[in-house]
Each structure stands twice: as C-alpha cells, then as structure tokens.
C-alpha cells in the first residue's frame, strides 16, 4: 500500500519514457515490441493521473533526436501512436482529457500529423486533465524557435529589447499557458534530460528508477508521486521560509 496526500500532489508531472528497447532486448525480442507494451504503461499512467487528480501529464513521446533511428522502427512508433489516438478518443471525451502536442509537429507523417490535429481539436473544450504528447520534440529547439519568434516581434518594433524577460519568453513556447512540470520521472536508471522540457525543468524535482518503461504501471507511478510527496520544494528560499502545504492524509490502496 503506497500512501498518497491527494492535497500534496504535482499539479505538473511529466515523463521521460526510457528503455522500451532494452526490455525487448531482454527478452529476444524486437525493438518495437517493447514500444507496444509501453503504450500500456502510457495507459496506465494517464489512466492513475485522472483517478488520483493530477492536473497536467507530459509524455516525452519522440525527440528530435529520435529521427536518427532506423526508419522501420520510426514508422512502428508513428503507427503506434496513431492507433493510441484513434483507440484513446472515446476514453478521453469520457473522462474530460484535453491533448495537447509541442514540438515539430511538420516533420511529422501527414497521417500521424492529421490525427494529432484532429484530437486536439476533438479535446480542446475538456476541462479534466491535459495530456501533453512531446513529438518531434527537442528543448533546445524550441528555446530557438522563441529567440526567433522573440526577435522578430523587437525587428517590427512590437516590443524593445530590453522588455524581453522570462515571462516573454514563456509566451513563445510550446508549452505557453501550462504550469511548469513539478516532478519529472525518468524510467530506466538513466541521469540525463536528453533534450526534453529544457526551460521547463528548471525547479522541477527529479525522479529516476531503474524500472524500464514497459514495466513502469500504477505501483511504480504511485512509488514516484510519493517520493515527491516527501521532498521539500524551496525555490532558492531557506527551509524556515518555505511552508508545507498542510493537508488530510488518505491512503490509496491497490
Ligand atoms: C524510449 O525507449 C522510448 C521511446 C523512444 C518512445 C516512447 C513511445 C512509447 C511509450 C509508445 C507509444 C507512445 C504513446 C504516447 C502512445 P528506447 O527505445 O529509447 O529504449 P532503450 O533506451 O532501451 O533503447
């Protein structure tokens, strides 16, 4: 039994999805089967994040760097997350669930991208959780794309220069409008960002488990929401100055 405070929870939590290759490859497998089995795990998480209340979920999908793989697994990995798509919209009108995507959608398949599209469109009026699909997405790219924007906006004379400031910034990314991720879980024992939510991490506390992403399911996401749950989020401030939210225990049982 793993004890959660439902009044402690992240508000943001986002997700780097490692280590579908590896389980495959443990098990004689190809590759793409552990994508298969770790859509599940995709399921599962947004399925606990809906019960439990937590407000904004992000699942690092596809990187920019992901473009490098061979093209038989990309184009396993688009099919899979068309079919999530098409299977997930009932569930996701059901249960109140807006889809939100960030990065370099154009680089996408005409079909994935239509899906995409399409979703997010179906979804946007939905008041429940929001689902964030990072695809074809890269931070340092989209730090770029806001420079560019930003400077485009000081060229017209829309804005001065020196006006430009974090919340500028903010305003250009792809994740304008949605809370910066409180915890970030990163499945597969690996201590790296690899390219995701660069801006947006910048307080956010850490999670790493050793457990490979189509292993990752509810227990071990309850696992990582408690460890949260005992961190002592300060924000540059001293212990004395940060106060904790105090709140109801409950307990949520398997
Ligand atoms: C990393 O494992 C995972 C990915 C590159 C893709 C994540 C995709 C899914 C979980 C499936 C579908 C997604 C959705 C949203 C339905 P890896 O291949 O890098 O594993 P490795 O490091 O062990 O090789």
Redesign the pocket.
């Known amino acids: 039994m793993i004890e959660i405070d439902p009044e402690r929870l992240p508000r943001h939590v986002a997700v780097i ?7 495959a490859q443990q098990r004689g497998l190809p ?1 793409l089967h ?2 298969r089995v ?2 599940e ?2 399921r599962a998480v947004v399925e606990a994040s809906r019960r439990l209340g937590v407000r904004y979920l992000s ?1 690092y ?2 990187s920019t760097e ?1 473009w490098r793989r061979p093209p038989r697994e990309i184009d396993g ?1 688009m099919t ?2 068309r079919r ?1 798509l098409d299977t997930e919209l009932g569930k996701m009108m059901k249960h109140q669930i807006r889809l939100l995507a960030v990065g370099s959608l154009r680089r996408l398949p005409p079909a994935v991208r239509q899906a995409l599209r399409a979703t997010i469109t179906a979804t946007k009026r939905n008041t429940g959780m929001t689902v964030v ?1 990072a695809v074809s997405y890269g931070g340092r790219e989209e730090i770029a794309r806001a420079a560019r924007a930003i400077a485009r906006r000081v060229q017209r004379g829309e804005i001065a220069a020196h006006e430009v400031t974090e919340d500028t910034f903010e305003r250009h990314l792809g994740t304008v409008g949605i809370p910066d991720p409180d915890l970030l879980i990163r499945t ?1 024992g690996e201590m790296r960002l690899s390219n995701f939510f660069l801006w947006q991490l910048a307080y956010t506390e850490i999670y790493v488990t050793d457990t490979l ?1 189509p292993d990752f399911r509810e227990r071990e996401y309850l696992q990582a929401l408690a460890f949260f749950q005992q961190r002592q989020r300060r924000f540059g401030r001293t212990d004395q100055q940060v106060e904790m939210v105090p709140g109801a225990r409950a307990v949520l049982a398997r």
């Open positions: 999805m490692d280590g579908n290759g590896r389980w590759r552990g994508h770790g859509k795990s995709v699942l999908a596809f992901n990995l899979l997350l999530y699909l597969s992403w």
